[in-house]
């Protein structure tokens, strides 16, 4: 059974950083994806960043891009989320996701293209 456990999330200051941790059991990589979500109150859930775990690819929201790295350790079975230069507009929930099966580059940031997910961890970026 997959499980996903994120934690890390905190209230931090705009302009300051946090890592997004994700620790992952019984996921077998193989050819599939993983990935962090959003979601804000009021909004849809929204992807953030990806990686192919065959790859090591990395894919990234527009909203996001040189602020926010997606990691995966391998060996400790952990996928990071390294947030800087947070904006109040990055305050959300954030999910871990994963997909054991291939998921399409086109529909990276889906949500119904990942079978497992974490419960979240809240993000507030307020002065």
């Given at each position: 059974q997959v499980q996903l456990a994120e934690s890390g999330g905190d209230s931090v200051q705009p302009g300051g950083s946090l890592r997004l941790s994700c620790v992952v059991s019984g996921y077998t990589a193989g050819n599939g994806a993983m990935a962090w979500f959003r979601q804000a109150p009021g909004k849809e859930r929204e992807g953030v960043a990806t990686v192919y775990t065959a790859t090591g690819k990395t894919y990234y929201a527009?909203?996001?891009?040189?602020?926010?790295?997606?990691?995966?350790?391998?060996?400790n079975n952990i996928l990071f989320l390294q947030m800087n230069s947070l904006k109040p507009e990055d305050t959300a929930r954030y999910y871990c996701a994963a997909s054991e099966e291939y998921v399409l580059i086109v529909e990276r940031f889906r949500?119904?293209?990942y079978g497992y997910w974490g419960q979240g961890t809240q993000v507030t970026v307020s002065s």
């Open positions: 527009d909203a996001v891009l040189g602020r926010f790295t997606i990691v995966r350790d391998i060996a949500h119904n293209a």
